[in-house]
């Protein structure tokens, strides 16, 4: 599978049900960045618990369509290649106009196919979104508004990380 294939299908999985496929391409333990810096997450049930919550939020928001526009790729290693992505998503409000973002991902060739080291992510989810965000997703919930808070600053851009001018097209 070479890396752009492998990107269309983890846009796939993200649009999907299936958390278990999609925490399968990371690994199992992965870092994310953003402009306030970096952390590591395990790839266990709170990931899965968050990535269900992701699910949930881009649905609400009408997300209808997200692919990789362009991947470029830098090898790195025999085994690692950093992989530069320009998502492309449109949501029900935008109808066809897409929404662009890009994400940088360090990668390594496991078996067949390749698996998320981890990434990083120019803007910062939190400052675009505000911190009732990651409260609606976390509905009160100690737990899940730690996992949440933190992944909101640097995971997931699909939705939040999009520039001033574009997110009041979801609003």
């Known amino acids: 599978m070479t890396v ?28 994310v960045a953003g402009p306030t810096g970096s952390t590591t997450f395990a790839n266990d049930a709170q990931f899965l618990d968050w990535l269900a919550h992701i699910r ?9 369509a997200l692919s990789p526009a362009a991947v470029r790729e830098t090898v790195l290693s025999p085994l690692h290649v950093l992989a530069q992505v320009r998502w492309s998503a449109r949501f029900e409000k935008t109808g066809t106009r897409a929404i662009e973002f890009e994400i940088a991902y360090l990668m390594e060739h496991a078996r067949e196919s390749w698996r998320v080291l981890g990434y990083v992510s120019a803007r910062d989810q939190e400052e675009e979104c505000g911190p009732s965000v990651c409260c609606e ?15 909101l600053r640097a995971m997931q851009a699909f939705t939040c990380g999009l520039r001033e001018s574009q997110r009041h097209v979801l609003a």
């Open 4 to 31: 752009e294939q492998f990107f269309t299908h983890y846009a796939e999985l993200s649009r999907g049900d299936d958390d278990p496929a999609l925490a399968a391409v990371y690994a199992p333990t992965f870092f």
């Open 56 to 64: 949930t939020f881009n649905r609400q928001h009408g997300m209808r």
């Open 137 to 151: 997703a976390c509905r009160g919930r100690p737990a899940a508004h730690s996992v949440l808070r933190r992944g």
